[in-house]
């Protein structure tokens, strides 16, 4: 049975980091470079990460799949990092960053690790100007805020729609600084598919060149993962095609916690889904519920026509007439489940009639068409790029989609798996989100997480450890890792069956969005688990790879994600069907007020779920960690 402890440390709240950094083990400066640390992952979470501990004396090893750092998948995000830096004098504060994380979160998350999140968002607005990112600035040169979901400040710095990508070339440029002075050896084009354990300990991975074929090992005293999240178990997500949960998913099946699977979050503003033939989605950022209002026909019969052409008397703002409070900038899990209630009652809008609003109209008038433009001219262009029609003349029509996963690897105050010696950073963790992440909270946490929480407490481990005693690689853990990834690369070459990776995948999403996304019950979570194992039997019956291990393979590589997916996708339905309650984006339609939101059962599921890896067939263990509120009153989550 796995052992989860948090490891919080005592004591106030706003002194926990304090208190932990004045106590925490240190390695001596000299003794640095006799410690190798392994990274996989270089987006946010994971350069940063290897740039920081580079920096510190660290030998680091860092692993992508990608070609370059810079195509990682944080480059996608749009609209801005969150820092509670009060620039707009608005009453934002550090706790009122930490107690908003909370209630998004629908009190599902861990308390010191959300204010630990919120004391550091100031220091990384100051790192990333010093790096030279782009941040938006007012007329006098100081830098700017906007308003995100779930917030009554604005605490949200941008840089245009396009925050996640000059972040990303800000931590890339720490990460080349550190290739250059060689602290940090890249390892690009290369794909972990096993974790090694020595001695119950992580101390190393195994990796396939994407390019060559070539199987290596590679040894290490300790290993940070930071791959992101696994919302492609959907299929249709608005991640990148690349994006995977096999890093992790390897790491489950060698003894690491999966915690919250069914924490899954569903974005409201998504372009929507046009036809069979797509193979991901587009998200509008959340920035747009700046200045757009989102409205339905009050009229079913409305709906087919032009919506210019609807008068406003005949327009309902469900989002305003709902949470007067927070109106159009109510929380994404809140948003996403009004717009599905809407189309539901037969108002939806679009050609699928699963579609709302999104009007810039008043904004054009109030501010003018420049002004909108300077805001979200490019977001704007893609949106014409993607449907041909200008949301400058049109509302945009959007509908909720995945998004982003909140459950992930189980870790403790110090990033640290179950696992000693693996640690998991970003959105490859379950810690900081609860049940709902709110907008511009996933920048701020990978960068947290890299450059201010991971150099302190990888160092409280490694001091555990004897300079210069990382395993060799040659040790028989790596031999039988070794050995597992060649027999499943192996099998899936010698199937020789009849349908592609991407049919088997496609099926799987629709299972997965039809009886585990936005609304679940328990019949259709029962019968989820009863069709995914089936599916995943016909998979390695009749899945057909084609070409060879020795070079370039893209089939190859997508058949053994989506044989984690066909996985992970029955866990999480365990998961969802376990927890008998809703709370944040797991919404079990059987649990909930008369006014259609969330109903929390905070005496029996006030706990993390931690699932525990049984072997091949068996039942996983679920594990809990109790959360206990201190400081912050659990109370009915509510925006109106």
């Not at 860092?62 to 070609?67: E, G, K, L, Q, S």
């Not at 801005?80 to 608005?90: L, R, V």
């Not at 070539?214 to 959907?234: M, P, Q």
């Not at 920035?287 to 409205?295: E, F, M, P, Q, V």
């Amino acid at each position: 049975m796995a052992t989860l402890n948090s490891n919080v440390p005592p004591g106030p709240l706003a002194d926990k980091w304090s208190t932990y950094k004045a106590n925490m083990k240190l390695v001596n400066p000299a003794n640095k470079r006799k410690y190798k640390v392994i990274v996989v992952g270089a987006g946010l979470a994971g350069g940063s990460a290897a740039a920081t501990m580079a920096e510190l004396g660290y030998k680091v090893d860092c692993f992508v799949f990608h070609d370059s750092p810079r195509r990682a998948h944080s480059i996608a995000a749009q609209g801005g990092i969150n820092a509670a830096k009060n620039y707009q004098n608005d009453g934002d504060s550090v706790y009122r960053l930490f107690y908003d994380t909370i209630k998004g979160g629908d009190y599902r998350s861990r308390e010191a690790n959300v204010h630990r999140l919120a004391e550091v968002s100031t220091n990384i607005i100051d790192q990333c100007v010093a790096q030279g990112v782009p941040f938006a600035r007012e007329y006098g040169g100081l830098l700017d805020n906007r308003s995100f979901g779930g917030a009554q400040v604005s605490r949200t710095f941008y840089a245009r729609g396009q925050t996640g990508q000059q972040l990303l070339l800000g931590a890339y440029s720490a990460l080349s600084k550190m290739i250059g002075t060689g602290g940090v050896t890249m390892h690009n084009n290369s794909e972990m598919l096993d974790l090694v354990l020595v001695d119950g300990q992580a101390k190393g991975i195994v990796v396939r060149n994407l390019i060559t074929g070539e199987i290596t090992r590679h040894a290490a005293d300790a290993v940070v993962l930071a791959t992101g999240g696994y919302g492609n178990v959907f299929n249709l997500s608005t991640y990148a095609r690349g994006s995977n949960a096999t890093a992790a998913w390897r790491a489950y099946k060698k003894g690491a916690c999966f915690a919250n699977p069914c924490f899954t979050q569903i974005h409201p503003t998504c372009i929507p889904v046009s036809g069979d033939y797509q193979s991901k989605l587009t998200l509008m950022s959340e920035s747009l519920r700046n200045d757009g209002r989102i409205w339905v026909p009050k009229k079913a019969e409305d709906c087919g026509k032009n919506p210019n052409d609807i008068p406003e008397e005949d327009r309902d703002y469900y989002l305003e007439r709902i949470y007067p409070s927070f109106g159009n900038l109510a929380p994404r899990d809140v948003s996403s489940r009004a717009a599905k209630r809407m189309c539901d009652e037969g108002r939806g809008v679009g050609p699928t009639k699963l579609g709302v609003y999104l009007d810039f109209s008043d904004a054009i008038n109030r501010l003018g068409a420049d002004t909108v433009r300077a805001r979200y001219g490019n977001l704007f262009d893609i949106y014409k790029e993607i449907t041909d029609e200008s949301a400058y003349e049109t509302p945009m029509r959007i509908f909720p989609a995945v998004h982003y996963t909140m459950g992930g690897l189980w870790v403790d105050y110090n990033l640290m798996s179950n696992i000693p010696g693996l640690f998991v950073l970003g959105e490859a963790n379950f810690s900081d989100h609860g049940a709902n992440r709110l907008g511009a909270s996933a920048l701020m946490q990978g960068l947290a997480d890299g450059y201010f929480v991971i150099p302190y407490t990888i160092g409280n481990y490694l001091a555990t450890q004897k300079p210069g005693s990382a395993p060799k690689g040659d040790e028989q853990p790596f031999h039988d890792a070794v050995k597992s990834v060649d027999d499943m690369t192996k099998r899936l070459l010698n199937t020789k069956g009849k349908e592609t990776v991407n049919h088997f995948h496609k099926r799987l999403g629709k299972v997965m969005w039809d009886h585990c996304g936005m609304a679940r019950t328990k019949e259709g979570l029962e019968k989820a688990i009863e069709i995914i194992p089936g599916l995943r039997e016909e998979f390695w019956a009749n899945v057909n790879v084609p070409g060879s291990d020795d070079s370039l393979n893209q089939s190859l590589e997508k058949a053994g994600r989506v044989a984690d997916f066909l996985e992970l996708g029955e866990l999480m339905c365990r998961d969802a069907l376990t927890r008998e309650e809703s709370c944040g984006g797991h919404f079990r339609e059987e649990y909930q007020y008369p006014d259609g939101e969330c109903l929390r059962n905070d005496d029996d599921f006030s706990h993390v779920a931690a699932w525990e890896y049984q072997g091949e067939g068996n039942v996983p263990k679920r594990n809990t960690e109790a959360l206990d509120y201190e400081f912050v009153k659990m109370s009915v989550r509510s925006y109106k």
